[in-house]
Nanobody, 124 residues
């Protein structure tokens, strides 16, 4: 079992930066692939980024490539999402998720555990 708690959301102006963190509890955290998803009001949840358990491989949605960076720290049981050059269209609730399989998936259905989410609002 893995429990995930996100933090770091807030209100930022367009062009600004935020760093989201996700703290995981559970002994097997290091064996999971981790992902970030987001959901804007009235829209479906969408994939943002994923990282393999080793941290050596990452995968990004085209909409955030070059602006967002996913990373993980096994010693601290955390996965982070550094978000730069934020745009109003990045406004959403951001969710951390864990996948027990050794893969990089952008499919919501393939993730086994989810956090409660943290709100990011980008003003124009």
């Amino acid at each position: 079992q893995v429990q995930l708690v996100e933090s770091g959301g807030g209100l930022v102006q367009s062009g600004g930066s935020l760093r989201l963190s996700c703290v995981a509890s559970g002994r097997t955290f290091s064996a999971y692939s981790m992902g970030w998803f987001r959901q804007a009001p009235g829209k479906e949840r969408e994939f943002v980024a994923a990282i393999r358990w080793s941290g050596s491989t990452t995968y990004y949605a085209d909409s955030v490539k070059g602006r967002f960076t996913i990373s993980r720290d096994h010693a601290k049981n955390t996965v982070a999402l550094q978000m730069n050059s934020l745009k109003p269209e990045d406004t959403a609730a951001y969710y951390c998720a864990a996948d027990r399989a050794y893969r990089l998936s952008q499919l919501e259905s393939e993730y086994d555990y989810w956090g409660q989410g943290t709100q990011v609002t980008v003003s124009s």
